[in-house]
């Protein structure tokens, strides 16, 4: 059974700063791995999906990466803007049909 | 395009009462999920649909909860007899035909029972 950890679970960091959250999983056998960002009292925003055979995947200042055979995921923030700030979910496919979430880093970037 | 859509966005009942939450996929969409999360927890796999039929339905917590897709695209999540421990926002995602392809997510019904 796959399961997701994240930490810290909570973080804050001037603004400006790069900053990585972390996300590890117990089954490397995943298939893919998605990134999301939720807003207080919102719904989830995919960020990226790094597919299994990926061991990275960028998209503007984000860059997530992707180890299978230590279990782990990282996504980097750089410069960070107070717009960043929000809670940030890391999800590992179990087998090809469902999504196995961490509790999630809050991250807060002051001005 | 239009993204996931759900309804209502907030719901109160009271307890033993029974609701219906929708949700409505981004067009094309073939493969639907429900997902329920708890404050302050990451969301929870309840149910996963490819076309009309639940292809997996083990993450439902007992028979109270029923999920339906009947023309493979507006889904509905049925609760009976309503608990307070039922209360959570409750999360609807869809993908282009599953298979672990990027799964995008409505804004979620937030249920509270009395």
């Known amino acids: 059974k796959q399961e997701v950890t994240q930490i810290p679970a909570a973080l804050s960091v001037p603004e400006g700063e790069n900053l990585v959250l972390n996300c590890s999983f117990t089954d490397s056998a995943i298939y893919n791995l998605q990134w999301f960002r939720q807003d207080p009292g919102k719904g989830l925003t995919s960020l990226l999906l790094i597919q299994s055979s990926q061991r990275e995947q960028t998209s503007g200042r984000l860059n997530a990466s992707l180890d299978k055979s230590s279990g782990r995921s990282t996504l980097y923030i750089a410069a960070s803007q107070p717009g960043d700030s929000a809670t940030y979910l890391c999800a590992a496919y179990q087998g090809a049909q469902k999504l196995v979430f961490g509790q999630g880093t809050r991250l807060t970037i002051n001005p | 395009g239009a993204g996931v859509s759900q309804t209502p966005s907030n719901k109160v009942t009271e307890k033993g009462k029974y609701v219906e939450l929708r949700c409505d996929p981004i067009s094309g969409h073939t493969a639907l999920y429900w997902y329920r999360q708890s404050l302050g927890q990451g969301p929870e796999f309840l149910i996963y649909?490819?076309?009309?039929?639940?292809?997996?339905d083990s993450g439902l917590p007992n028979d109270r909860f029923f999920a339906v897709r009947p023309e493979g695209s507006v889904s509905t999540l049925k609760i009976q007899r309503t608990e307070r421990g039922d209360s959570a926002v409750y999360l609807c995602?869809?993908?282009?035909?599953?298979?672990?392809?990027?799964?995008?997510f409505g804004p979620g019904t937030r249920l509270t029972v009395t």
């Open positions: 995602a869809s993908s282009f035909s599953g298979g672990a392809n990027e799964q995008y």
């Open positions: 649909f490819q076309g009309t039929g639940a292809a997996d």
